[in-house]
Structures are given as structure tokens and as C-alpha cells.
């Protein structure tokens, strides 16, 4: 988790990008193995890629919406 400021702070370019980058901070900090400023700074990107990625949810959401002429509809394979 060696990065600068202003890399870690960068937006994901894509939904599956912040989920990615996520789970290796989870991993991380999970190991037990990092330094608690490392710790911290781990939280706080992570707090921003959980922000991001609700944030990208519902704005499909929303689209769906639109699509479905205001209703949202239960979504189902068939």
C-alpha cells in the first residue's frame, strides 16, 4: 500500500475498478501487517471507494427508472 496522496485519492475509473482495488485494501488490512497510518489511510480510501460505488448503484438505479417509465420493477431473468 505504498502510494502517494494523490493516487489514492484518485477516482476509480469504472464500478468494478473501485470493487476491485476494495477488496486488495480489505485483504490488506485484514493481514494485520500494516502500520496503523497505513491503517488509517486504508480506511479512509476505502470509506471513498464504498462512497463511489453506492454513489455509481444508484445512479443505475435511477436509470432504470427512467427506463421503466418511473417504476421500478422486481428484475428477473426470464
Not at 494523490?6 to 464500478?15: H, L, R, T, V
Not at 476494495?22 to 476505502?46: N, S
Amino acid at each position: 500500500m505504498a502510494r502517494s496522496a494523490a493516487s489514492a485519492n484518485k477516482e476509480p475509473a469504472s464500478y468494478e475498478q473501485a470493487l476491485a482495488e476494495l477488496d486488495r485494501l480489505v485483504t490488506q488490512m485484514e493481514g494485520g501487517q500494516l502500520p496503523l497510518d497505513q491503517l488509517l489511510d486504508g480506511y479512509r480510501r476505502g470509506a471513498e471507494l464504498l462512497a463511489y460505488c453506492r454513489g455509481r448503484l444508484q445512479a443505475v438505479e435511477e436509470q432504470v427508472k427512467v427506463l421503466d417509465d418511473g417504476q421500478l420493477k422486481a428484475w428477473s431473468a426470464e
